[in-house]
């Protein structure tokens, strides 16, 4: 079990409706990554935040977008959201100065969009 | 783009024997880091083993160890003396040096441990 932690653990909205997804990183850790996984499938990257800053984005439109607090805990908010965006949430941490692979994941958050 | 593939989409192998998970990517990066991360029922993915590009030792944590083919971009994870709990889904993962977080992972294969 590590200490990252994710929520809600479950969410259902509906389409069109905007979601904000919660992580809060594991203590000392400046590097807050998202991921999505959709059913069947592996996770797939949206975006990392070093030091409050958006500083790399996979193939995600804008209405996905990100914040990360002082305290390194950060959120996902998707606007306008979509039939297809029903997925598990992923949020992973890691220190930067670390070895790379130091990275931990939450349980994740499972959206439902109806 | 990195590409990453798991061609076994499930696998199964009886208590205490051995398996092999197969996972190939590509890649025009000559520095990189491999993954293979274990993600069970209860959805948290955690690192299995890890492997650095440059490394040409394979490595080996207790009963996991890994089969490193660079010419070949071929990655695959030996599990041995399976247990009930190694029961999950197994996803391979590319991580680019100097990359950060972002990780590229395969479809996954999922593993039944039988008794």
């Known amino acids: 079990e590590t200490g990252v932690t994710q929520s809600p653990t479950h969410l259902i909205k509906t389409r069109g409706q905007q979601v904000t997804l919660r992580c809060s990183s594991q203590s000392g850790h400046n590097t807050v990554s998202w991921y999505q996984q959709a059913l069947g499938q592996g996770p797939q990257f949206i975006f990392q935040?070093?030091?409050?800053?958006?500083?790399g984005r996979g193939n995600f439109p804008p209405r996905f977008s990100g914040l990360q607090f002082p305290n390194y805990s950060s959120e996902l908010n998707v606007n306008a959201l979509e039939l297809d965006d029903s997925a598990l949430y992923l949020c992973?941490?890691?220190?930067?100065?670390?070895?790379?692979?130091?990275?931990?994941f939450g349980p994740g958050t499972r959206l439902t969009v109806l | 783009a990195q590409t990453v593939t798991q061609s076994q989409p499930e696998m199964s192998v009886q208590e205490a024997e051995t398996v092999t998970l197969s996972c190939t990517y590509d890649t025009s990066e000559n520095n990189y880091y491999l993954f293979w991360y274990k993600q069970p029922p209860s959805r948290q993915m955690i690192l299995v083993i890890r492997q650095e590009a440059y490394k040409q030792q394979n490595a080996t944590e207790n009963r996991f160890s890994v089969n490193f083919q660079k010419a070949a971009k071929s990655f695959s994870l030996k599990i041995s003396d399976s247990q009930l709990g190694d029961t999950a889904m197994y996803f391979c993962a590319f991580m680019e040096n100097n990359a950060g977080n972002m990780l590229t992972f395969g479809g996954g294969t999922r593993l039944m441990v039988k008794p």
């Open positions: 935040y070093y030091r409050e800053e958006e500083n």
């Open positions: 992973a941490s890691r220190d930067a100065r670390g070895a790379v692979n130091e990275q931990f």
